[in-house]
């Protein structure tokens, strides 16, 4: 937490609030965590996009005119319990402060992060650099997908790297294998269960943006919106955090295993694992 719908609710919550505002100053403690961001002050916000799990403020000079291109790029990762909130809390970690007013970002566990970087320029973080395409944009094709899909290893992991799609992570991956019908350690998938998976992840992130994404209990660090909304998605899980309880589809109790280092839920039942012998290159 958070991925790709919670990024994008965030972006869409509070890009009204940043838009066309110029940074003040950018407020915190931790230059190695939140880096170059004395080079945002005195730059006009031109606008905020998302890519995968990462936001983007992009920066334009004061003096430029409203449709010409901005040239720095403040960079959010929003990390497992990040956000932002209209009032200082316990927990915040940046003041961001603008001439329209201040909005805070707050994290208990500091996994988050944000650097100011020339525009496109991702050297420095190299996870953006080599994400795979949006999974509710048209460049993401299922028959691309489908010849990555043909040689993955298990397909969760897979999944998780962000490579073949981006802003897929924990929550999503196993939501969208449950819809799919595939193991999370199925490897080199068929055409037919690539095609699967492909519409169940489009379908899954679909539903949980429109939805403001996921909110998992009452503890610190649990998503929420700037104003505190919680997200709305979790009562439309079908497998993430329901270890023990009926699978939906066949009634089967849902198990929980370690594959990748992550917890993965999964219907043993419907969602069976194929072994498949290695075909050797001649």
């Not at 196993?174 to 992840?201: C, F, I, K, M, N």
Request: proline fraction near 7%; hydrophobic fraction near 35%.
């Amino acid at each position: 937490m958070p991925e790709l719908p919670e990024v994008e609710t965030t972006r869409r919550k509070i890009e009204p609030l940043l838009s066309g505002r110029t940074i003040l100053e950018v407020v915190h403690d931790a230059p190695h965590r939140y880096r170059d961001t004395h080079r945002a002050a005195g730059r006009r916000i031109a606008g905020l996009s998302r890519r995968g799990k990462y936001l983007l403020l992009h920066l334009a000079e004061q003096s430029a005119a409203q449709d010409e291109a901005h040239d720095l790029e403040l960079l959010v990762h929003l990390g497992m319990t990040g956000g932002f909130r209209l009032e200082q809390g316990q927990h915040t970690r940046v003041t961001l402060r603008t001439d329209g007013g201040d909005l805070y970002f707050d994290d208990p566990r500091r996994f988050g992060k944000m650097a100011v970087v020339p525009a496109g320029e991702y050297a420095g973080h190299p996870t953006l650099l080599a994400m795979g395409p949006e999974p509710l944009s048209d460049d993401f094709r299922e028959e691309a997908f489908a010849r990555l899909a043909a040689t993955c290893g298990p397909v969760k992991p897979w999944l998780l790297s962000q490579k073949p799609v981006s802003g897929v992570g924990n929550i999503y991956a196993d939501e969208s294998l449950w819809a799919a019908q595939l193991h999370p350690a199925q490897t080199r998938l068929t055409r037919e269960e690539a095609g699967r998976l492909y519409h169940a992840v489009r379908e899954v992130m679909g539903h949980a943006v429109a939805a403001g994404g996921s909110s998992l209990g009452d503890g610190v660090g649990n998503y929420r919106q700037h104003d505190g909304q919680s997200g709305g998605y979790q009562t439309q899980h079908h497998a993430y955090g329901r270890a023990g309880q009926p699978c939906e589809r066949c009634g089967a109790p849902i198990e929980k295993i370690v594959l990748g280092g992550r917890g993965t839920h999964f219907c043993p039942v419907c969602q069976p694992l194929h072994p498949r012998a290695r075909q050797e290159t001649p």
